[in-house]
């Protein structure tokens, strides 16, 4: 079964910048959706941003201008670039991944701890 692979996580002081990055272990095909959720601790898993086959882009609002999502289609490996990371960004990322043939594929999360 195929798996994302997650990357890039770690402890920044805010202000600071970090690259997430998140690959499969295996072929996926038809990709229609890469994105990237977080959770932070007591809260629920929200949507950071969110890049569709089209080249459609979003993000949630206390990210935008900061935060940048971008994927290499060759590799099937999507990207967040995190600049001018604050202590409320903190939580663990996650990637998805979903297809047109109805996979929906979660990676194992990666920790962003942004301290003040």
């Known amino acids: 079964q195929v798996q994302l692979v997650e990357s890039g996580g770690g402890l920044v002081q805010a202000g600071g910048s970090l690259r997430l990055s998140c690959a499969p272990s295996?072929?996926?095909?038809?990709?229609?959706?890469m994105g990237w959720y977080r959770q932070a601790p007591g809260k629920q898993r929200e949507l950071v941003a969110v890049v569709t086959a089209g080249g459609r882009i979003n993000y949630l609002d206390s990210v935008k201008g900061r935060f940048t999502i971008s994927r290499d289609n060759a590799k099937n490996t999507v990207y967040l670039q995190m600049n001018s990371l604050k202590p409320e960004d903190t939580g663990v990322y996650y990637c998805n991944v979903q297809t047109t043939r109805s996979w929906n594929l979660w990676g194992q999360g990666t920790q962003v701890t942004v301290s003040s």
């Open positions: 295996g072929s996926i095909f038809s990709i229609n959706y």
